[in-house]
Structure formats: structure tokens, C-alpha cells
């Protein structure tokens, strides 16, 4: 009995040692909430999906500091499903157990930007050790979150992580690894860190240096993307708390919307999707205007501007990429650089933004430190790309050159096919092969050489070989080789319209001796600025005015000086006028070298100089004494030359004499001045077109005004209308005796408005109104059915005559355009010059070749007709350099046709409308004339004070005569009422200091104000 009792005892006993051993092994062991993980299981694995998140609200209480009251206060806690964006705050514990034989372990948090992240470590019997780290806090270490925990083999130890943040940025994964295996890693990732920081910093930078040197807007852009991508990564690592800078925090999301800003608009740039893919690049602006408006959110919330980066970015990347593939599928190379440069960036960063958006699971990998590896390569493969758009424009260079001398061995291969075959008919073909051969050798040579200059510097410029300093040199020498190039080619093309007998020749009532002041202007500078003595010799008496075309005669003098001045290197060079027998005699004399009698027999045949020598020695291409001979056969004349070596030569011009009627023969100096005829406005009878109704259509206002005010006058019944689809619209609606239709226009260009109109079954007649009036033009406008044509600038007495053939003439009227409506319609075309001018400054300094072009285009057609006839051509070349993306020639040459505009609307006491009207309709004219005027001021000024102080009467009228034709054709109306008075004064024959130097002063001061107004370089490219 007493046995069993002891046995019961016994049973009862070991009973209660197990349940305290299970109850001592219950409070150490985790409960559900309190997930236990073994070191060698968990290393360097992410255990964020196995363990239990608590949320922590504002009035939950602090956490313990006892393990054995974590359990108690984790059940008091909300089970945490999803981390907020905007905000959170939860907690986590797990306990791991050391079953291996390291001692220093790390706890690794990583995979989102974190405010504030707490690490409590409990140990079975000692209270918790607090450790804080996260975004801008002082870690353990360098760029990465975390705490070293220390554990002996076979030790517990439980971890309470609380993380706290006004943002999360994707979910947060949790690694427990070696602490050498940590620091491992985390010394190469700050090291490709530190790199990659580095290498978007030094490209973003030398990019903004390359754009405060070239201004190309494409590298200010790249710049700017890839600083404020590199500045987002930089807050992102929080390198600026690193560093001691206050807290970077606003400017996580914010960074990355400017980053996607500034791609899209080097996007729209860079692949040229204004002129490719217009649609596109309206999207790359829709997002630019859509990101800068949501800017300010970004910065107020970082969860908002989380989105908004990754909405941004998302977009910008996938319409790049598509963009880019669609630029490198049509032939656009470097296309293939900047493709490749997205998909960089695409892949880690898509990734981490579909992990931000929940789309994908968290991944074990840094995506942070991927996506600033991609977006290193990003910048520098559009790097490449840049520099790959730079090396296509420097092959195409190269390639031009190759096509242009394939070009001429091609021409000369096929011209020597040719001679060999004229070879076998006579000796007159042969040396006409002979010459052809001459020519091709002398052209190659013109052109060849200052080609080899042009492209040379050129290459020089683009591939930075030559110092900025260096620069405007050497683009005055590319403008000089160019400038002789054109000459060259001028030359060939008047010998060719020569002998197709396809030059035209004009005789129009010319004022001899205007004619002759303008030779003896430009060549008498040439002269002494060689230092050669120039003269003007008139043989009295001489005609004021004849019939002649004075272009024609020009061209001929011209070249007849400048061969004198070319081959005279010390003496003198002279004109002398004459009339022999009926005829004009025109000698050319210098004191040269001289030609002999045996060269003299060749000197008239084309592509022929004296000796092989001159082409080598002057250069040249041996036309211009042909040219100007055939020119004199065509003015009913002829050239004759007569020479000694080394003494000189004297050229001979004699052409049939034709005098106007009525003119005056001059036979003194003196005279000419009052020969020359006060320039006005002769009104004369117009056609009474009453009862008969125009459409006019062109997009220009200022022509549009001109030629209706010319219409309404012949009491027609005028519809305005500004581009071909108006026009159209308004034909389908009225009908219409006439129709005048612009060529080119906004919308509807002319000639597809024409195609329309005679569709619809309308015939009326239609004059096409263009600044295109070359033969095969004008062919292909009246093949596609217009009735005719009228070349711009209009002439009015052209347009009548084309009218008068489409419209019933009722009679005549007797009060045609009034002079004052012509001026009036000047004024108003110089102020809109004045606007344009501004409008092109702006154009230039955007690099906007478009609004350019279609500046140059309106005032190209339009010049002319008001008067400017000198800036109408210029404007004509600049609107064919901006269609041809030219940025180079419109940059070099489009400030200098501003300040040759300016000039010409814009001088100190000059009504310029008059003086333009008073000089045949014409501001060069206008413009040669007062740039001599004001040459020969101070030394006529001088002479007429000197005449003053002496008393000396007569000498004073006419040195005050002398400026009384041109001022007043000059229109010099601030000094007008100053020439009157002196005449007066000096008329009544008391020349008193006191009266007529205040007069004086006022023309001295006014000649002042114009000689600094007035640019001679200007002049020069007149």
C-alpha cells in the first residue's frame, strides 16, 4: 500500500516538472506573433513575406523594454495589411536563433526610402537595445539602412523593427546576413554608387559648357535631364544629408518630373520631330505642359509625386523608345543611340515603377541602385548619341565634297568623250574641244580652290580644330571664298545665256551721268584702295540722257575697270567720256603691264588670257573681256584694245548713240547738276475697268493693299482674300471676271487652289502672281492651266497691260493713284519692315529656321513692289538657306541683312519713302546715292566755308549747288529749310559769319548724324 502510494507520488511529481518545463519553455519560445528563424535557413534571404506586420496608430502606447511584455503588447496591436504611400507607421517582430558559429550578423532593411526606421533587440533576461536608422540619419553604414546585431552560437535573440515614414516608395524587404558578407556588398555598391553619381554629374555639366559655346538648345536640354535625374538620385541615397547639407526630402519625386521634362523637350530636339513627326512631338509638349503643372504637387506630397514621377517617366520612356525606333527605321542613324539609351533606363526603372504601383512582387536586388546604374547609361549612351548626330553632319560634309569632285571627273570624263569624238570632223571643232578642255581646267581650279578653303575651315569649326578666338577669321574667309565662287559662276552663266542667245536686252531713258558717278564711285575706291591714282575725264559735249540699258552698260565698265585695276600694280586708271561721230566713246585707260600685239588676236575668245601665267598669278576664268565684248555687240557697239607692253593698255567702248528727245547737252560741270532731271511722280491716264469684278488672293497685307488701292482706282470691284483655301471657298460662292492668285500662301498654295477651281468646272481666267519668274517656271505654272502671269515686284505698267487683256475697257480715268497714296503705302511697308526685323531677331536667336523661312519668303515677294528692291533678292537667298536647314549660312548671314534693312528704314532726317520714290522706285539707288552724298560732304562743306569766309560769292553758290540735285533726291528734309536760307543769304551778297553759320552748323551736324548711321561694309554687298 505503501508502495503504491510512493509510486503515485512519483507520477505526480514528474506530472508537474513537465508542465513547468513546458510553461518555462512557453515563455521563452514565440508565439504566433513572434515568428523563430534559424540563421542558417535565413541567411541573406528576404523574410519580409513570412513575418507579421502590426500597425501602430497615433495613441498606441510605446513599446516595451522587457521581452517577456512584447507578446502582451503586440496583441494589443491592429494586424498591417498594405503599407499607405502617403504615410504609415507598423511594426514587426521575429526571433532568430544563431545555429551557426559566427558571432556578427546585420539586420538589412532595404527596398523603399524610410523616414525612420527603430531596431530593438531583446535579449532572454536584459532589457532591449535601441538602435534608429533610415533616410538622412547618421547609419552604420554609408548609403544603406540597417543595424549590426551581435549573437553567440546557440543564442535567441528576438527583433522589434518599427518604421515610420511620411512616404514609402515600394515595400520594405527585410535581409539578415554576415556582417562581412554586408559590408562586402555594401562597399562595391557605394563604389558603383559614388561612380555612376559621378559620371551624370560630369556629363550633365560638360554638356552646359558645350551649350554656353555653340547655344545649340539639344545640349542645354540633355544637361538639364540629366542633372536633375542625377540630383534625384542623389536625394534618394540621401548623399546631401551625407555631406552636411540640410535635408533633401522635397526634392525626391519633384527631381525625377524635371528629369522627364527636360527629356521630352531634348526628344523633340534631338530626332527633329518638329519636321518628322509633328504628332509626337505635340505629345512630348502635352506631357512637358501636363508635368509642369503637377510640379507643385509633387512637392507638396512625395506619395503624390510618386505617382506622378512614375506615370511621367513610364510614358516619356515608352514614347521615346517608339519614337526613336521609328527615326532609326527611316534612316536617321544616331537614332540607334538614343534608343538604346531609354531601354537602359526602361528596364530597371519600369521594373521599379510596376513595384511601386503593386503590379510586381518585391524582388531581392537593390532596384535603386539598378535604376541609377541605368540611368548612368542612359546618359551616357545619349551622350554617343550626340556625338554621333555631330559626326553624320561632318560625313555628309564629306560626302558632299566626294559627290562634287565625282561630279567634275564624271563632267570631264564625258566632255574628253565628246572632244575625242569632234576630233574627227575639223580643225575648228577640234579647237573648240580645245577650248571646252581649257575651260574645265581653269573652272576646276576656280573652284576647287576656294572650295578646298570653305570646306577645310569648315571641318575645322565642326570638329573644334579651330579656337573660338579664331573663328570670326576665319568665317570672313569661308564669306570671301564664297563671294568669288558666286562670281565665277555668274561669269559661266552670262556666257551661257549669251550664246544661247537667251539675254535680253532693254533701252530705257538713262541719266548718262548718273551712271558714270556710280563707276567712278565704286572703282575709284577700289583704285585707291590698291594705291593707284583714279580720274574722270568728260570730253564736252555730252548728252544728259540717252537710250540705253544700263545694267548692260555697267556690267561692261565694270569689268573693263576691274581688269585694269586687277593688272596695274602701281600708276594710275582712268575713264574718259567723249561723242565721236554719233557714237558714245568710252575709254578704259591704266598704266599696266600691257599686252602684246600677238595676244591682243585671243584676247575676246572665251576662257583666254594673255598667258598661262595670269591665271596663275591673278586667277580668274579669262570671261569677262568676251562677255563684256558680246554685251557692246548687243548695245549696237563693239570693244577695241590698244596696247604696249609694259606701258600700258586703253580699252575702247564705242555703242550708237540714242538721246532722248528733249534731253540737254552739257558743256560744263557746272550744268551737271541742273541736267539732272527733279525725280517725281508723272500721273498718267488709267484704263476705266468699271462694272468688271476681281478676286485678288495673297497672303501678304501690304501687297494685297497695294494692288487693290491700284485696282479700286480703275473702278473695279475688288474681293481680298489671304491664302488658296479662302479663295477657293469664295469662287465656289461669286463669280469673277478676273482672278489674281499668289503662288505660295498659307494652307492652300495657288496652284492647288487652281487645280481645284478648273475641277469644279470653272474657267475663269486666272494670272498667277509670283517672285518665281525663271522660263521653266513660268512654263510649269501655264501647263497646270493658268491664263497667265505676273512676275513680282509688279510693275504697274506690266499689270495694266495684263489686265486690259481679261477686262472691258470702258475708257479712261482721269485722276489715277495719287503720289500721296503710293507714300503713304511706303510708310506703312516700312513700319512693317520694322516689325518683321523684330520678329526675325527673335526667330534667330530660338534657331527657328521656320519662321525664317516664312519671313524671308513675304518680304522676298513683297520687297520689291514697295521700293526695296535691295534686300528683296537677300531675303529671297535667306528664305532658300532656311528651307535648305542651313543654320550656318543663316546664322552668318541673316544679322548682316538686319543691319542692310535697318538701314534702309531707318535714317536720321531723311524721309526715306520720298528719297526711295525719287530714285526710280528703288532703295539701292536710293541708298548708293546718299552714301556718295555724304562722302563728298565734308570736302564740298569745307569748300563752301572757305568760299563764305573769302567773300567769294559766286564760289559759294556753286559749291551749294553742288549739293542741291541729290538733297533734294535724298529727301534730306532736316536740313532742307538749312539750304534754302543759306541760298538766300548768300544771294543778297552780304556774307556775314553771323548769319550763315547757323545754317551751316545745321548741314554739318545732319551729315554728321548720317556718315555715323551709315555702314560702308553695308554698302559692299549691295
Known amino acids: 500500500m505503501c508502495g503504491n502510494s510512493l509510486k503515485q507520488v512519483k507520477l505526480l511529481v514528474g506530472l508537474l516538472t513537465l508542465c513547468i518545463y513546458i510553461a518555462a519553455n512557453a515563455l521563452a519560445a514565440p508565439t504566433d506573433t513572434i515568428v523563430s528563424f534559424s540563421l542558417s535557413n535565413i541567411n541573406n534571404q528576404n523574410i519580409s513575406d513570412k513575418v507579421s506586420y502590426f500597425s501602430l496608430s497615433d495613441n498606441a502606447t510605446n513599446p516595451p523594454n522587457k521581452l517577456s511584455q512584447l507578446d502582451t503588447w503586440l496583441h494589443t496591436l491592429a494586424s498591417h495589411q498594405t503599407t499607405n504611400v502617403f504615410g504609415d507607421k507598423y511594426a514587426v517582430a521575429f526571433e532568430i536563433y544563431n545555429d551557426t558559429q559566427l558571432t556578427e550578423w546585420f539586420v538589412y532593411p532595404y527596398g523603399s526610402v524610410v523616414q525612420n526606421i527603430e531596431i530593438l533587440s531583446f535579449d532572454l533576461n536584459n532589457q532591449a537595445s535601441s538602435f534608429k536608422t533610415g533616410h538622412g540619419l547618421k547609419n552604420q553604414q554609408d548609403f544603406h539602412y540597417g543595424s549590426k546585431i551581435d549573437l553567440l552560437p546557440g543564442q535567441r535573440k528576438t527583433l522589434l523593427m518599427i518604421f515610420e515614414s511620411e512616404y514609402f516608395f515600394a515595400p520594405i524587404k527585410i535581409l539578415v546576413k554576415t556582417h562581412g558578407q554586408a559590408e562586402q556588398q555594401f562597399q562595391l555598391e557605394n563604389v558603383i554608387l559614388l561612380i555612376s553619381l559621378g559620371m551624370c554629374l560630369a556629363l550633365g555639366i560638360y554638356n552646359l559648357f558645350i551649350f554656353f559655346s555653340t547655344r545649340n538648345i539639344q545640349y542645354l536640354t540633355y544637361a538639364l535631364a540629366t542633372l536633375a535625374y542625377a540630383f534625384g538620385w542623389l536625394s534618394v541615397f540621401a548623399v546631401p544629408e551625407y555631406v552636411g547639407i540640410k535635408s533633401s526630402d522635397h526634392w525626391l519625386m519633384p527631381a525625377y518630373i524635371i528629369g522627364a521634362i527636360f527629356t521630352s523637350l531634348f526628344s523633340i530636339q534631338f530626332l ?343 591665271n596663275r598669278r591673278f586667277g580668274g576664268t579669262g570671261l569677262g573681256l568676251s562677255i563684256s565684248r558680246r554685251l557692246a555687240k548687243g548695245l549696237g557697239g563693239d570693244i577695241n584694245v590698244h596696247s604696249t607692253p609694259r606701258k600700258g593698255s586703253t580699252f575702247t567702248l564705242n555703242i550708237d548713240l540714242s538721246v532722248v528727245q528733249d534731253s540737254p547737252w552739257i558743256n560744263n560741270v557746272g550744268q551737271i547738276w541742273q541736267s539732272t532731271p527733279i525725280k517725281s511722280v508723272h500721273t498718267a491716264a488709267l484704263p476705266n475697268f468699271e462694272g468688271n469684278k476681281v478676286l485678288l488672293a495673297d497672303d501678304h497685307p501690304n501687297n494685297r493693299e497695294l494692288i487693290s488701292i491700284l485696282l479700286k482706282r480703275m473702278n473695279i470691284i475688288v474681293t481680298e482674300v489671304e491664302n488658296g483655301k479662302q479663295a477657293l471657298e469664295t469662287v465656289f460662292y461669286q463669280k469673277f471676271d478676273l482672278i489674281l492668285l499668289d503662288i505660295h500662301m498659307p494652307q492652300m498654295d495657288g496652284t492647288e487652289a487652281l487645280k481645284q477651281i478648273r475641277a469644279a468646272g470653272n474657267f475663269t481666267p486666272v494670272i498667277a502672281l509670283t517672285a518665281n519668274n525663271m522660263k521653266h517656271e513660268i512654263e510649269h505654272y501655264m501647263r497646270l492651266g493658268f491664263s497667265d502671269y505676273l512676275a513680282k515686284p509688279i510693275s504697274r505698267h506690266h499689270f495694266i497691260s495684263k489686265l486690259s487683256l481679261y477686262l472691258n475697257k470702258q475708257g479712261e480715268i482721269d485722276s489715277p493713284l495719287h503720289y500721296g497714296d503710293m507714300l503713304k503705302l511706303k510708310k506703312d511697308y516700312q513700319q512693317y519692315l520694322r516689325e518683321q526685323i523684330g520678329n526675325l531677331q527673335n526667330a534667330l536667336e530660338q534657331r527657328d529656321l521656320t519662321i525664317i523661312s516664312e519671313i524671308s519668303h513675304r518680304i522676298r515677294g513683297s520687297a520689291g513692289s514697295f521700293g526695296f528692291d535691295i534686300i528683296g533678292q537677300k531675303f529671297a537667298d535667306m528664305e532658300h538657306s532656311a528651307l535648305q536647314d542651313d543654320e550656318i549660312a543663316v546664322t552668318y548671314e541673316l544679322p548682316k541683312l538686319l543691319a542692310l534693312t535697318k538701314q534702309c528704314i531707318d535714317l536720321p532726317g531723311i524721309d526715306i519713302p520720298q528719297g526711295i520714290v525719287r530714285h526710280h522706285n528703288s532703295a539701292k539707288q536710293f541708298l548708293s546715292a546718299i552714301f556718295e552724298l555724304v562722302e563728298h560732304s565734308q570736302q564740298t562743306i569745307k569748300d563752301l566755308t572757305s568760299a563764305l569766309d573769302n567773300n567769294e560769292i559766286n564760289s559759294a553758290l556753286v559749291h551749294l549747288y553742288k549739293f542741291f540735285p541729290s538733297s533734294y533726291d535724298c529727301a534730306l528734309v532736316q536740313s532742307e529749310s538749312a539750304f534754302k536760307a543759306l541760298e538766300d543769304i548768300i544771294k543778297q551778297g552780304k556774307l556775314e559769319p553771323e548769319q550763315y553759320s547757323l545754317q551751316l552748323d545745321i548741314i554739318q551736324i545732319h551729315f554728321s548724324e548720317l556718315s555715323e548711321a551709315l555702314q560702308p561694309s553695308l554698302m559692299n554687298q549691295i
Not at 307 to 328: D, K
Not at 360 to 368: A, E, R, T
Not at 453 to 481: F, P
Not at 536 to 552: G, M, S, V, W
Request: net charge neutral.
Open 272 to 614: 527633329r520631330l518638329e519636321e518628322s513627326a509633328p504628332k509626337i512631338a505635340k505629345a512630348f509638349k502635352v506631357i512637358v505642359l501636363f508635368a509642369v503643372i503637377s510640379l507643385p504637387f509633387a512637392f507638396y506630397s512625395q506619395g503624390i509625386g510618386l505617382y506622378l514621377a512614375s506615370l511621367f517617366t513610364s510614358v516619356v520612356c515608352i514614347l521615346g523608345v517608339y519614337s526613336g525606333i521609328r527615326c532609326w527605321m527611316n534612316g536617321y542613324s544616331p537614332a540607334k543611340y538614343f534608343v538604346f539609351a531609354l531601354l537602359s533606363v526602361v528596364l530597371p526603372n519600369m521594373v521599379g515603377n510596376l513595384m511601386n504601383f503593386g503590379v510586381l512582387p518585391g524582388l531581392n536586388v537593390n532596384i535603386y541602385l539598378l535604376g541609377l546604374i541605368g540611368n548612368s547609361l542612359d546618359s551616357l549612351l545619349l551622350a554617343f548619341a550626340l556625338a554621333a548626330q555631330l559626326r553624320l553632319l561632318t560625313l555628309q560634309n564629306k560626302k558632299l565634297t566626294a559627290t562634287l569632285e565625282n561630279t567634275v571627273q564624271q563632267r570631264t570624263f564625258e566632255l574628253r568623250k565628246v572632244n575625242y569624238q569632234l576630233e574627227q570632223t575639223n580643225s575648228d571643232l577640234i579647237e573648240a574641244s580645245n577650248a571646252k578642255g581649257r575651260f574645265l581646267a581653269t573652272m576646276s581650279h576656280e573652284i576647287r580652290t576656294p572650295l578646298t578653303s570653305i570646306i577645310g575651315y569648315a571641318d575645322g569649326i565642326l570638329l573644334g580644330d579651330i579656337d573660338k578666338a579664331e573663328q570670326e577669321r576665319v568665317t570672313k574667309i569661308i564669306a570671301e571664298n564664297g563671294i568669288h565662287l558666286l562670281s565665277v559662276i555668274n561669269d559661266i552663266l552670262d556666257i551661257s545665256k549669251i550664246e544661247a542667245n537667251k539675254l535680253d536686252f532693254e533701252s530705257i531713258p538713262t541719266p548718262l551721268f548718273s551712271v558714270l558717278a556710280e563707276i567712278e564711285s565704286v572703282v575709284g575706291k577700289r583704285a585707291r584702295d590698291k594705291g593707284l591714282a583714279f580720274h574722270l575725264e568728260y570730253e564736252y559735249p555730252l548728252p544728259a540722257q540717252i537710250n540705253i540699258d544700263p545694267t548692260r552698260l555697267k556690267q561692261i565698265l565694270f569689268n573693263l575697270t576691274n581688269n585694269a585695276i586687277k593688272f596695274t600694280e602701281q600708276g594710275y586708271v582712268g575713264l574718259s567720256v567723249s561723242v565721236v561721230d554719233n557714237r558714245l566713246q568710252i575709254k578704259v585707260t591704266d598704266s599696266g603691264e600691257g599686252i602684246s600685239t600677238q595676244q591682243q588676236e585671243h584676247l575676246f575668245q572665251p576662257f583666254t588670257q594673255a598667258d598661262s601665267s595670269i
